[in-house]
Structure formats: structure tokens, C-alpha cells
């Protein structure tokens, strides 16, 4: 058997189970980081334009100015009483809370009368007697009023064709009282002028609230003609269906 000897430089070298070795600086790409893509961008709407602010509503024909208003209030002395609240309280509240709404606004008050049982509503009464225009005035009666005449002179009072049966005293008072149109006559005012002070009938303050009922009472659909102010006394007020006549001197101016 033949052995063939190989020489040690032609001797296989087995590969090397080592890594690599690398000289140098080898420069690596640098990991790149997912960036989502920007999203698009939205440009806002533009804003709606503001509608238009409504035209004033004009109350009053063109050509023509507002200067104020008139408020109604119906409501009678009996249903006043019922309320608990005064007619002057009312007005002076109403006053008030115009006065503080509308510092610039002027008042003025205007209290509508009306015939004892007259009847129909509170409001419907004021508004015809202050003379709204809106309110249909009842149709002319073939035979107007023939009012009350107040005769100072002689000494009565004629309602119409006929003559009111008031006694002296009565007549006294209602003269004592007409002859102060438009001032309050106070109770004892009237006791003071028409019974002498120590007058053996002279009477007291609920006696002369007796003496104007009873007056009234004679005075038929005129009875309001002398007017209650409360607290204070009576009252009279011109009307124009009220007719005073008076000649030569008279006490009092009226």
C-alpha cells in the first residue's frame, strides 16, 4: 500500500466559525420613523350675513309723530272697594312705575263720571266719556236731556220740567257746596256756615253724610253731582248737562 504524504503548505485550512472582522467606521443608514401624512387642511365657511334688522313698526300714519298714549282703566268705586285699593292709590301707582320707566314722560289723570245706576261696563263708560274716538257713541235719543239747572237766584232746582222737593236746609248745602266748584268742602266747613254755634240742632259730622244722602236722593240721576272725596268732604264739579244760575252778590265766587 502506497501513502502519499501531502506537504504542510498544500494542507486545507477548514473555514474559520469566527465573525468577520471589519476595519474602519462603516456608516449605517439611519432607522427611519413613520410621520403620517398631514391632514388636509379645511378652510372654515364663512360666516352667513346677519339678516337684517325688521323695519319699526309705525302705530301711526306716515307723516304723523307718536306723542304718547292713553291707558282706559275701568273700574267703579264698588269694585275698588271689593279690590281693597283706592282709585287715587291706583293712579299714584301707575304714576310711579311710569315715572321710573320713562323719566321724560309727562301724566295727567282724568277720572270719568257717570249717573248713580247708569249700568254698562266700567271701561265701555270711561272711554265715552273721555271721548274715544274708537268707541261708537250711542244713537241721539229724539229727546235730548234736559239736564238740572241749579237756580242760586230762586232758590231751587229743576230737574227737567220739574222741581226738586229739597228743603231749605238741603238747598243750603247743595249751594254751599256748588258755589265752591272744583274745591273739597269739608264736613266741618259745612257745619260752620249753616248752623250757628250754639244752635240747639247743630249737628255732628255723620249727621251732615245724613243730609247729603238724603239731598241725593232728591236729585234723581243727577245725585253724582255732588261727588264723595274720602276722608276729606264734598265735591262739585261743572258738567256740562249741570247749568248754574246766580245773579247779584253771591257769598263765594264761583
Known amino acids: 500500500m502506497t501513502i502519499t504524504a501531502f506537504p504542510a503548505t498544500a494542507r486545507t485550512r477548514r473555514p474559520s466559525l469566527q465573525q ?18 398631514p391632514a388636509p387642511r379645511i378652510r372654515p365657511a364663512a360666516p352667513a350675513a346677519a339678516p337684517a334688522a325688521p323695519a319699526p313698526v309705525r302705530a ?15 273700574l267703579g268705586e264698588d269694585a275698588a272697594a271689593a279690590d281693597h285699593i283706592e282709585l287715587a292709590r291706583l293712579v299714584g301707582e301707575l304714576r310711579a312705575l311710569t315715572s321710573r320707566l320713562a323719566p321724560s ?16 261696563r266700567d271701561v265701555e263708560v270711561v272711554r265715552r ?21 241749579i237756580d242760586l237766584t ?11 222737593p ?6 243750603e248745602l247743595l ?25 240747639d240742632d247743630r249737628p255732628n259730622e255723620r249727621t251732615i253724610d245724613v243730609h247729603v244722602r238724603r239731598l241725593r236722593a232728591k236729585l234723581g240721576g243727577y245725585a253724582e253731582i255732588i ?28
Not at 137 to 142: F, I, K, L, N, R
Not at 154 to 164: E, L, N, Q, S, T
Not at 178 to 195: F, N
Open 60 to 74: 301711526v300714519p306716515d307723516g304723523t309723530e307718536a306723542r304718547g298714549f292713553v291707558l282706559y282703566v275701568g
Open 154 to 164: 230762586r232758590k231751587r232746582v229743576a230737574i227737567g220740567d220739574d222741581i226738586a
Open 105 to 120: 314722560a309727562e301724566t295727567h289723570a282724568a277720572v270719568a263720571l257717570a249717573p248713580a245706576g247708569a249700568g254698562g
Open 166 to 171: 229739597l228743603t231749605y236746609r238741603e238747598f
Open 20 to 37: 468577520p472582522r471589519f476595519s474602519g467606521t462603516a456608516a449605517l443608514a439611519p432607522e427611519r420613523a413613520f410621520v403620517p401624512a
Open 175 to 199: 249751594q254751599h257746596i256748588v258755589l265752591r266748584e272744583g274745591s273739597t268742602v269739608g264736613r266741618c266747613d259745612i257745619i260752620d256756615a249753616l248752623w250757628d254755634a250754639d244752635a
Open 227 to 254: 261727588r264723595t272725596v274720602r276722608g276729606a268732604g264734598y265735591r262739585f264739579d261743572r258738567h256740562a248737562d249741570v247749568t248754574v244760575l246766580a245773579s247779584g252778590p253771591s257769598p263765594d265766587r264761583f
Open 129 to 149: 266719556a273721555l271721548g274715544d274716538p274708537a268707541v261708537q257713541q250711542p244713537a241721539v235719543e229724539a229727546e235730548a236731556d234736559p239736564g238740572i239747572v
